[in-house]
């Protein structure tokens, strides 16, 4: 699993095992394309990606199939969020305590059993029960393998390359995610969504097997130090306590709280406003999602340009005001290309807040706590984002996509309002006496 540790007897000795080369002193570090194991883990998740952008789609399909309820299909997705936000109470002390290439490569594992499940049980008819129960499972494991995946990432590529590694790995996930719909879409339409869901199985198959693989730098932490010895209650108030005590994290997870809040449901909006109240088919749904990936793409591309020349602060609050404005017009949007731009633009903003939030993150915590701060930031990020969706969903059955998504979005630009009234706003750069370099691979 992952092993991210100096050993305290050799301080500045680098091994080529592992992690990202930087060759001599004073030498940039070598290019990502060229470092072997980031290439592996790049692979594995971008096909994982590809995958999971079919359920994206079928999981909503298969429910508004048998139900025609918008209302139920929100519920679907507050009771999975329900599910992740309760994992991730407990995922970072996880992660912090194991050996996470063997979590990872689990995680993938159950995933591709549970979701195998649906297809099999749909030969016999529909039974939407199943997916409330395989639904919240598989999103429980889901956050155990995003914490895992946050604090390897550091230990892959080194802090410098940090933003640059997250902007690629989300901008090659987007372009799976561009085909993934369009296919989904095609596979919805001919064979039904249940189909789709069992590509989405495959796919954690492939993923787990890519991670046998990547090789991953020793970690501070693994010789039975504090962060073992430690109780779950000590390990959770750790991870939150550190978010309190830095004032840029602080802000950000007061203001993310209520983004999450208001836009967890998006998804399943769209998918309504366009198969019932624009009324079309499967396929066109798949195109308006690929479409929208295409705009994660250009975010995920341009964060690190973006945050170089602009700060963080900047780049961050720009980027959730014009999602506000995006989110806001898609209800009105009466014609599919507009509400494929839109969801284009709303998904670029939202990679490049995502992807400039999740890096500073990797950049200021101290190794030995990244899993618990990471899961702590997620719980309290996406502690009321279940009743969001199912609030947002509710009130859009009954008064319609249009001002419902009116008010989110006017909400989501007034939190980036209030951002300007926060650390985030002067917070151009990071800090450096809280940066702390990822350290240099260890022999296994």
């Known amino acids: 699993m992952t092993h991210e540790a100096r050993s305290a007897e050799e301080p500045g000795r680098q091994r080529a095992v592992g992690g990202p080369r930087t060759g001599p002193p004073g030498n940039r570090p070598q ?12 692979a594995a998740q971008t096909l994982s990606v590809l995958g999971d952008s079919f359920a994206l789609i079928a999981l909503p399909l298969l429910v508004l199939q048998a139900t025609g309820s918008l209302a139920r299909m929100g519920l679907l997705t507050a009771v999975g969020g329900v599910a992740s936000v309760l994992a991730a109470v ?42 409330y129960v395989v639904l919240p499972l598989c999103e429980a494991v889901g956050m155990l393998f995003a914490v895992g995946y946050v604090t390897v990432v550091r230990g892959l590529v080194g802090t410098a390359q940090l933003t640059e590694a997250n902007g690629r790995l989300n901008a090659t996930a987007a372009a799976a995610g561009v085909l993934g719909p369009l ?25 787990a097997a890519c991670m046998l693989f990547v090789r991953f730098a020793a970690r501070s932490g693994d010789d039975g130090g504090p962060a073992q010895r430690a109780s779950l209650w000590q390990d959770l108030r750790a991870g939150i306590s550190f ?75 720009g980027a959730v005001a014009v999602s506000g404005l995006a989110f806001a017009g898609l209800g009105w949007a009466g014609e599919v290309p ?28 101290p190794e030995p706590l990244l899993g618990r701060v990471t899961a702590a930031f997620w719980t309290l990020q996406y502690a009321a984002a279940p009743i969001g ?5 509710w009130a859009a059955e009954r008064q319609g996509t249009a001002p419902v998504g009116l008010v989110a979005g006017a909400a989501c630009v007034l939190i980036a309002v209030a951002a300007l ?24």
């Open 183 to 207: 296919c989904a879409g095609v596979v919805a339409a001919w064979t039904g969504p249940a189909a789709a869901v069992g590509v989405d199985a495959a796919s954690f198959g492939v993923s």
């Open 421 to 444: 009234f926060t650390p985030i706003r002067r917070s151009s750069r990071v800090h450096p006496r809280i940066v702390r370099e990822a350290p240099p691979p260890q022999q296994p």
């Open 31 to 42: 290019p990502l394309w060229r470092q072997r194991d980031f290439g592996v883990f790049w």
């Open 243 to 317: 978010l309190h005590g830095h004032p840029v994290l602080r802000s950000l997870t007061a203001l993310l709280f209520v983004f999450s809040f208001l836009t967890l449901g998006l998804n399943d909006l769209v998918i309504y406003h366009l198969k019932h109240d624009l009324g079309h088919d499967d396929g066109t749904v798949g195109t308006v999602m690929a479409v929208g990936a295409l705009g994660t793409i250009t975010g995920a591309l341009l964060v690190a340009r973006c945050r170089r020349r602009l700060g963080f602060g900047p780049t961050w609050t």
């Open 90 to 131: 407990f995922a970072g002390a996880l992660v912090d305590r194991v050996d996470r290439r063997r979590l990872l490569i689990a995680c993938d594992l159950v995933r591709l059993v549970l979701y195998g499940v649906i297809p099999l049980v749909w030969l016999f008819g529909p039974r939407v029960w199943l997916l």
């Open 389 to 393: 969706a199912a609030v947002l969903t």
């Open 338 to 365: 507009v509400v494929a731009a839109l969801s284009a633009a709303f998904l670029a903003c939202v990679a490049i807040a995502g992807t400039c939030s999740m890096s500073l993150r990797q950049e200021v915590t």
